[in-house]
């Protein structure tokens, strides 16, 4: 099993940049097809920008993990913002509250193995997504 | 970071990296519809084959250049999705449908030589 923790802080859009090139490059390191890899650090990629766009700062954390019969990477996008005041809303295709083409969240969902959200309004957002390797 | 953007007749060809900032596609953005403007191009080719990304904004950065450019009376044409990145896209929703595309730069000359029969 590979180091542990990374942890990379996102206040910038190059920061973004940044999380996702970790990102691919730990899931190279867990033995991720570079199929995988690439989604993986997509999700990141998008995970990074909700961050840059709606909280404007927070941190990616990325992890290797074990399940009960394959090994896997964590992806834990943390910020202290605004918080998403309707999930359910949030998690549904074409959602945008800034421009963009969204939150982007049901997508990153489709991208990961595993989803999870958990956000508080005026507290902050955290989005955990799991990839199983095959 | 800098984009090259090299001119081959009335054809301008843009090369992304890999490491390319929402900034850098801003700038990208603006660039490529002056450079547009200043040489009277008919059409753009963007090659994208380094972006080992193409995530929503990236793809948006992409239609839009594309629609700016088609309001110029030019065509774009975007080369070198790898098929990891075209999958990614999918899954995303990102389908790049009204963008013309083409396997790779080679592709993308003939693409763009057949449909402009007297492009120089």
Known sequence: MPAGEIRVAINSDQDIVLARQKGRAMAAELGFSAGDATLIATAISELARNIVSYARKGEIALKGIQGSNRPGMLVVASDNGPGIPDISQALRDGFSTSGSLGLGLPGVRRLMDEFEITSLPGRGTTVRVKKWRL | ?120
């Not at chain 2, 008919?42 to 250049?65: G, H, N």
């Open chain 2, 1 to 120: 970071m800098e984009v090259p953007i090299l001119k081959q007749g009335e054809v301008l060809i843009a090369t992304f990296q890999a490491a390319l900032s929402d900034a850098d596609l801003n700038h990208l953005r603006s660039g490529l519809v002056h450079q547009v403007v200043k040489f009277r191009s008919r059409a753009v080719i963007v090659d994208v084959t380094a972006m080992d990304v193409l995530d929503s904004f990236a793809s948006r950065t992409l239609r839009e250049i594309a629609h700016m450019i088609r309001l110029r009376g030019a065509e774009t044409v975007i080369v070198g999705i790898q098929p990891e990145v075209a999958f990614a896209m999918v899954q995303l929703g990102l389908t790049l449908e009204d963008v013309a595309t083409a396997l790779d730069l080679e592709e993308g000359l003939v693409y763009l030589n057949k449909k402009f029969k007297t492009l120089k």
